[in-house]
């Protein structure tokens, strides 16, 4: 499975700030320091922000921090939240057309495999991915 680039991006923010413990930053601050793009990371940022991840504030005081606590982000969340389709094949989704779908095993051994990966990520959270913090820090020029 792979994950989208929007999952991704938006894994990097809640990093970047779980990394910052000294208030609000920018999405410039952002990618700056992750060579990607503004107008990309405003969309990821925005959808974080409705999701409940970030606290997002405009004007003097403004910009972006994390909305609740770091050790309270479960990584398995943000993946289910920032990931419109986790249909691995045709015959998840409704209406697939597969000839094979009724005598087929394809469907039952993928599910397992996905909710076996999603388990796995229930047992991180930011914390853990803001780990070795000096490393990551030095890296982003933190």
Do not use: W
Request: aromatic share 6%.
């Amino acid at each position: 499975m792979k994950l989208t680039r929007f999952t991704d991006y938006s894994l990097r923010v809640l990093i970047y700030l779980g990394l910052r413990d000294d208030g609000r930053v920018t999405i410039r601050e952002i990618s700056e320091a992750y060579g990607i793009s503004r107008n990309h990371l405003m969309k990821v940022v925005s959808l974080l922000t409705r999701m409940g991840y970030l606290d997002a504030r405009r004007g003097p005081g403004g910009g972006i921090a994390l909305a609740k606590p770091s050790d309270e982000i479960i990584i398995a969340d943000v993946v289910r939240d920032m990931e419109d389709d986790l249909n691995l094949v045709e015959c998840f989704c409704a209406g697939g057309t597969c000839i094979i779908k009724p005598v087929c095993e394809l469907k039952s051994v993928l599910t397992r495999a996905l909710a076996a990966y999603l388990e796995t990520l229930e047992n991180y959270t930011l914390t853990d991915l803001t780990q070795p913090r000096s490393e990551l820090s030095h890296v982003l020029g933190l």
